[in-house]
């Protein structure tokens, strides 16, 4: 998540000593707010299971319950930035809120998987909302390297501390009492949020030389959710399918009127001159490919837990414990690092150990259910997370001036979400590709199956694909099959782990090669009269 251009520099005045530090409601309203869109955003994780045991999900629709989610994230991520900074940051925050109480109450009345979607991408639309708006409250109110250093450290924490919880509540209440009870759980934070953000935070805004940018939000809009259906669908309908390819040529000519389109626009959702900061540009891409592998990681451990291996969601949450609630016990240790290391040392070693992580996922048994086997790659993966999410944002958000901080988070907010949105659709789509295309060669070479259980399988496989397959009563005709499937899955979501871990790899690699020197906020100390130099200032 993060921003920059050639506008004129305004809105915030310049950094003094004397200014008043962050207002305390101001910061717990923020932390709040993110922690809670963060639950909303993982809940589904630990209930796949259930979800595919209760509504029956076939193909891809299973990966669109966490992406109905993220994709109004990350599409809007950028607009709201904008009108945050034009009507206030406060409203925002109590406007996001009560949009995911809504839309968690949709999804908790869910009859079907499409009211399901619709009730996340309602509580998604609040979720982007809240995510920028949240970060940009508190740098807008922070005034030095080591002030701001520790309140996005706290961000940070909140955000990942909503992923720990999330687990906790999704796996108490899948297993003691349904999948609805746990939405229902989330409508309620929601509406405390709200409450809690109209109460104390205190309210800002940059309005100077910002506007709505019509053409660039229905630019962006457009290309992500062709390039997010393409990705989703590829598997289902087949890569070579005209819509697959439609939507892929779709994708490649918005997201090219989205870049034409901000180099024109007067006041553009994101100034295309911030990526002539390197440090910048680095932690940009590195927030897409390094957010992918962690969410990608999420969602193939998710799948693995719940609907391949049917374990409990109680059980399940045990493994997203591990890859969320290392950060929060680590915060005290990340912002002392932020502060006294160059951010690139602390990123690289973050994506390191996500990689490290992820390549001994992958070398799992599928057929192993118990939980301690997860505890090193998970927990690697996890620490390395916490390394990772504070430093991608605070290279991004330390390397321009504090007038541009708004549209900077929510740039880098808007990074980061596009990697979390596509680290389960890439990651479903590789492992299912993989996954149907072995069991599809295991069922037609088989001795030990007949033609009826053969027949059957084949048409099962075909309706709902490889996770219907291992879902199927032992004692029906394709039920014969169900251990084709297993190891199928198990080989499919083996690859999604090595992708993953290469994604992170490759991001680390990136960040030592190409992040060197040093930060716009190691090279700028405070001139005399106590004002900030920034890469983009004087």
């Known amino acids: 998540m993060s921003d920059a251009s050639a506008a004129p520099h305004t809105s915030l005045p310049r950094t003094s000593p004397s200014r008043t530090p962050l207002p305390l409601g101001t910061l717990?309203?923020?932390?709040?707010?993110?922690?809670?869109?963060?639950?909303?955003?993982?809940?589904?994780?630990?209930?796949?299971?259930?979800?595919?045991?209760?509504?029956?999900p076939v193909g891809s629709q299973l990966t669109w319950i966490s992406d109905a989610f993220l994709l109004p994230v990350a599409v809007l991520e950028l607009t709201f930035g904008v009108l945050g900074d034009l009507f206030g940051r406060k409203r925002l925050l109590v406007g996001g809120a009560a949009l995911v109480c809504a839309g968690e109450v949709v999804a908790a009345s869910a009859s079907g998987i499409h009211q399901l979607w619709a009730g996340q991408a309602l509580a998604g639309l609040g979720a982007a909302a809240l995510f920028p708006t949240s970060l940009s409250m508190i740098a807008a109110g922070t005034h030095t390297g080591a002030e701001r250093a520790r309140a996005i450290a706290l961000w940070a924490s909140s955000l990942s501390a909503g992923g720990f919880l999330a687990p906790l509540l999704g796996g108490i209440t899948g297993t003691y009492g349904s999948w609805?009870?746990?939405?229902?759980?989330?409508?309620?934070?929601?509406?405390?949020?709200?409450?809690?953000?109209?109460?104390?935070?205190?309210?800002?805004r940059s309005p100077e030389g910002r506007s709505l940018d019509v053409g660039g939000q229905i630019a962006i809009g457009v290309g992500l959710f062709a390039l997010l259906y393409?990705?989703?669908q590829g598997p289902a309908d087949g890569w070579g399918s005209a819509p697959v390819v439609v939507a892929f040529v779709i994708a490649a000519v918005f997201v090219g009127l989205f870049v034409v389109a901000e180099s024109r626009a007067r006041s553009p959702l994101l100034r295309l001159d911030l990526f002539r900061n390197r440090s910048f540009a680095i932690a940009s891409a590195v927030a897409v490919v390094g957010m992918f592998s962690f969410l990608g990681t999420a969602y193939a451990t998710s799948i693995r837990l719940g609907p391949i291996q049917h374990q409990s969601p109680l059980r399940a949450s045990f493994a997203f414990l591990l890859l969320n609630g290392i950060t929060p016990l680590l915060t005290p240790l990340t912002s002392r690092l932020l502060h006294r290391l160059p951010a690139?040392?602390?990123?690289?070693?973050?994506?390191?150990?996500?990689a490290a992580g992820d390549f001994l996922a992958a070398g799992l048994d599928v057929g192993d259910r118990a939980l301690a086997a997860l505890i090193l790659p998970l927990g690697l993966v996890g620490t390395g997370f916490a390394f990772t999410v504070s430093s991608i944002t605070a290279t991004a958000v330390n390397t321009v001036p504090l007038p541009l901080a708004g549209m900077a988070s929510a740039a880098t907010n808007l990074l980061r979400d596009v990697g979390f949105t596509l680290g389960p659709a890439v990651i479903g789509a590789v492992?299912?590709?993989?996954?149907?295309?072995?069991?599809?060669?295991?069922?037609?070479?088989?001795?030990?199956?007949?033609?009826?259980?053969?027949?059957?399988?084949?048409?099962?496989?075909?309706?709902?694909?490889?996770?219907?397959?291992?879902?199927?009563?032992?004692?029906?005709?394709?039920?014969?099959?169900?251990?084709?499937?297993?190891?199928?899955?198990?080989?499919?979501?083996?690859?999604?782990?090595?992708?993953?871990?290469?994604?992170?790899?490759?991001s680390a690699a990136l960040v030592v090669t190409a992040l060197r020197g040093r930060t716009a906020q190691e090279a700028a100390p405070l001139r005399e009269d106590g004002t900030e130099r920034t890469a983009l200032t004087p």
């Open 344 to 354: 690139r040392a602390l990123l690289t070693a973050g994506l390191a150990l996500i």
């Open 230 to 232: 393409a990705v989703v």
């Open 431 to 506: 492992a299912l590709s993989r996954a149907a295309t072995r069991v599809t060669s295991s069922l037609d070479s088989s001795s030990s199956l007949n033609a009826e259980s053969r027949a059957a399988a084949h048409e099962v496989l075909k309706e709902g694909g490889p996770l219907a397959l291992n879902s199927v009563p032992a004692n029906s005709p394709p039920g014969t099959a169900r251990s084709y499937a297993l190891d199928a899955l198990g080989h499919g979501y083996s690859i999604g782990f090595v992708v993953c871990g290469a994604a992170a790899l490759c």
């Open 28 to 56: 717990v309203a923020g932390c709040l707010a993110v922690c809670l869109a963060q639950i909303g955003l993982a809940i589904p994780a630990t209930l796949n299971g259930l979800f595919q045991e209760h509504l029956h």
């Open 180 to 204: 609805r009870a746990a939405f229902v759980v989330v409508a309620a934070l929601a509406a405390v949020s709200a409450l809690v953000s109209l109460g104390i935070a205190v309210d800002s």
